[in-house]
C-alpha cells in the first residue's frame, strides 16, 4: 500500500527548509533576478542547512542520512517556493553527487563525493538539454562512441547550470551502439568540453545557465556511469517537478493573501465568487501536482523504475505551474502585470518547465 504521509522528520525538514526560503531567499529574488546574480553568501547560508551532507555516506566524508526521493521533494518544493532560480544554484551539488550515490562507481564515489561533503558550498552541473524542438532523453543527438581506452563525446548542450563554475559535470549522451542514454563523469577542463557564452531566457535570470560543447572531448572508460541513466534522469525530473510544484504555491499564497487585502466596490475581492472560484481551482491543482510527485517519488524510494510515475508527475506539474501561475497574474489585475509584484517572475519561471531538464535531483 502507498504511504505518501511524511514522517516527523521529514516535516521537520519541510519546516526548516520552507522557513529559511520565506526569511532568506524571498528577499533576495528579485535583485537576484534583476541583476542576474545570486549573492555568494546566501548559497553558503543554503549550503549550511547541509542537506547535501546529510545524503553522503560518513565513509565519504558525509553525514551518512538516508537519500529518500520523498524527503529531496520537500526539500526541492520548499526551496523553489522561495525562488527557483536560487533554489537551483544552491541545491546544484545534487546534480552530482545524486547520480554518483545511484549509479557510479566504488571510484567515482571514493573521488568526488568527499569534496561536496565539506563545510563550504561546491557548484555541480549536468548536461542533458539539447537545442532541439520536442527534445527527450530517448533521443539525444549528442553521442558517446566507442574508442580505445575510453569514448568521444560530441555534440551540443544547451541550458546548462553553473557550468562556468562547477568542478564536475554529469553529461548525459546516447550510446553509439544502442542510443540508449548513458551518463559521464566529467571534470571541469577535460579537453573537448567547451562552455559557451552564457543563457539569456524569459525567466530564471538569476541562474547562470551556459551553452556546452563537446567536440572530440576523450574521456576514459572510468568516466562513464556504470548504471542506468535512466535512474539519474527520472530522479532529476522528480526534483524538478516538486520545484513546478514550489513556484506554484507561492503564487497561489501571494494571490490569497492579495484577494484577501484587495477591495473593489467596498468587498474584499476574495468574496467574490470569481475570484474565490480561480483561487480554489488553484488550490486543487497545486495539491494534485504534489500528491502525484510524492506518489513518483516513494515508487523511486521502494526500488522501483516509477517511469510511468515520474511522467505524469513531470508533464502534470509543468502545465499546472504555467496555469497556476498565470492566474495568479489575473488575481491581481492591472498589478499583476508590474514588476512591483513577484508573480510576473513567477510566471517568467514556470514557463520553463515545459522544457527544463535535469536542473535538480533528489
Given at each position: 500500500m502507498?504511504?505518501?504521509?511524511?514522517d516527523?522528520?521529514q516535516?521537520?525538514?519541510?519546516?526548516?527548509?520552507?522557513?529559511?526560503?520565506?526569511?532568506?531567499?524571498?528577499?533576495?529574488?528579485?535583485?537576484?533576478?534583476?541583476?542576474?546574480?545570486?549573492?555568494?553568501?546566501?548559497?553558503e547560508?543554503?549550503?549550511?542547512?547541509?542537506?547535501?551532507?546529510?545524503?553522503?555516506?560518513?565513509?565519504?566524508?558525509g553525514q551518512?542520512?538516508?537519500?529518500?526521493?520523498?524527503?529531496?521533494?520537500?526539500?526541492?518544493?520548499?526551496?523553489?517556493e522561495?525562488?527557483?532560480?536560487?533554489?537551483?544554484?544552491?541545491?546544484?551539488?545534487?546534480?552530482?553527487?545524486?547520480?554518483?550515490l545511484h549509479?557510479?562507481?566504488?571510484?567515482?564515489?571514493?573521488?568526488?563525493?568527499?569534496?561536496?561533503?565539506?563545510?563550504?558550498?561546491?557548484?555541480?552541473?549536468?548536461a542533458?538539454?539539447?537545442?532541439?524542438w520536442n527534445?527527450?532523453?530517448s533521443?539525444?543527438?549528442?553521442?558517446?562512441?566507442?574508442?580505445?581506452?575510453?569514448?568521444?563525446i560530441?555534440g551540443?548542450?544547451?541550458?546548462?547550470?553553473?557550468?562556468?563554475?562547477?568542478?564536475?559535470?554529469?553529461v548525459?549522451?546516447?550510446?553509439?551502439?544502442?542510443?540508449?542514454?548513458?551518463?559521464?563523469?566529467?571534470?571541469?577542463?577535460?579537453?573537448?568540453?567547451?562552455?559557451?557564452?552564457?543563457?539569456?531566457?524569459?525567466?530564471?535570470?538569476?541562474?547562470e545557465?551556459?551553452?556546452?560543447?563537446?567536440?572530440?572531448?576523450?574521456?576514459?572508460?572510468?568516466?562513464r556511469?556504470?548504471?542506468?541513466?535512466?535512474?539519474?534522469?527520472?530522479?532529476?525530473?522528480v526534483?524538478?517537478?516538486?520545484?513546478?510544484v514550489?513556484?506554484a504555491?507561492?503564487?497561489?499564497s501571494?494571490?490569497?493573501?492579495?484577494?484577501?487585502?484587495?477591495?473593489?466596490?467596498?468587498?474584499?475581492?476574495?468574496?467574490?465568487?470569481?475570484?474565490?472560484?480561480?483561487l480554489?481551482?488553484?488550490?486543487i491543482?497545486v495539491?494534485?501536482a504534489?500528491?502525484?510527485?510524492?506518489?513518483a517519488?516513494?515508487?523511486?524510494?521502494?526500488?522501483?523504475?516509477?517511469?510511468?510515475?515520474?511522467?505524469?508527475?513531470?508533464?502534470?506539474?509543468?502545465?499546472?505551474a504555467?496555469?497556476?501561475?498565470?492566474?495568479?497574474?489575473?488575481?491581481?489585475?492591472?498589478?499583476?502585470?508590474?514588476?512591483d509584484?513577484?508573480?510576473?517572475?513567477w510566471?517568467?519561471?514556470?514557463?520553463?518547465?515545459?522544457?527544463?531538464?535535469c536542473?535538480?535531483s533528489?
Amino acid at each position: 500500500m502507498i504511504d505518501i504521509r511524511l514522517d516527523e522528520e521529514q516535516q521537520l525538514i519541510a519546516d526548516t527548509v520552507r522557513a529559511f526560503a520565506q526569511e532568506q531567499i524571498r528577499p533576495a529574488a528579485r535583485e537576484a533576478d534583476e541583476t542576474g546574480r545570486i549573492p555568494s553568501e546566501l548559497i553558503e547560508q543554503a549550503w549550511q542547512l547541509a542537506f547535501v551532507q546529510a545524503s553522503i555516506p560518513e565513509r565519504y566524508g558525509g553525514q551518512g542520512g538516508p537519500t529518500s526521493a520523498v524527503t529531496g521533494t520537500v526539500i526541492a518544493e520548499a526551496m523553489a517556493e522561495g525562488d527557483l532560480a536560487i533554489a537551483v544554484h544552491a541545491l546544484s551539488a545534487r546534480l552530482v553527487v545524486d547520480p554518483i550515490l545511484h549509479i557510479g562507481s566504488e571510484e567515482q564515489k571514493s573521488t568526488v563525493l568527499p569534496r561536496y561533503a565539506g563545510d563550504s558550498f561546491v557548484a555541480g552541473s549536468a548536461a542533458i538539454l539539447e537545442p532541439q524542438w520536442n527534445f527527450a532523453p530517448s533521443r539525444m543527438r549528442t553521442v558517446a562512441r566507442r574508442r580505445a581506452g575510453g569514448y568521444e563525446i560530441e555534440g551540443l548542450k544547451t541550458m546548462v547550470p553553473l557550468a562556468n563554475e562547477a568542478p564536475y559535470m554529469v553529461v548525459y549522451a546516447a550510446d553509439e551502439r544502442d542510443g540508449r542514454p548513458c551518463a559521464f563523469l566529467l571534470e571541469a577542463g577535460t579537453p573537448g568540453l567547451v562552455v559557451g557564452e552564457r543563457d539569456h531566457h524569459l525567466g530564471l535570470k538569476g541562474l547562470e545557465t551556459f551553452e556546452v560543447r563537446f567536440k572530440g572531448c576523450r574521456v576514459p572508460e572510468s568516466a562513464r556511469l556504470p548504471g542506468d541513466a535512466l535512474v539519474a534522469i527520472r530522479r532529476a525530473r522528480v526534483a524538478q517537478s516538486a520545484m513546478a510544484v514550489g513556484v506554484a504555491k507561492a503564487s497561489l499564497s501571494y494571490a490569497i493573501d492579495y484577494a484577501k487585502e484587495r477591495e473593489a466596490f467596498g468587498t474584499k475581492i476574495a468574496q467574490k465568487q470569481a475570484i474565490a472560484f480561480m483561487l480554489a481551482e488553484m488550490a486543487i491543482e497545486v495539491d494534485a501536482a504534489r500528491l502525484l510527485n510524492w506518489e513518483a517519488a516513494w515508487h523511486l524510494d521502494q526500488g522501483e523504475e516509477g517511469a510511468r510515475e515520474v511522467a505524469i508527475a513531470r508533464r502534470y506539474s509543468a502545465d499546472m505551474a504555467m496555469m497556476v501561475t498565470d492566474n495568479g497574474i489575473q488575481v491581481l489585475g492591472g498589478h499583476g502585470f508590474i514588476r512591483d509584484h513577484p508573480v510576473e517572475m513567477w510566471a517568467r519561471n514556470a514557463r520553463g518547465f515545459a522544457t527544463f531538464e535535469c536542473l535538480a535531483s533528489v
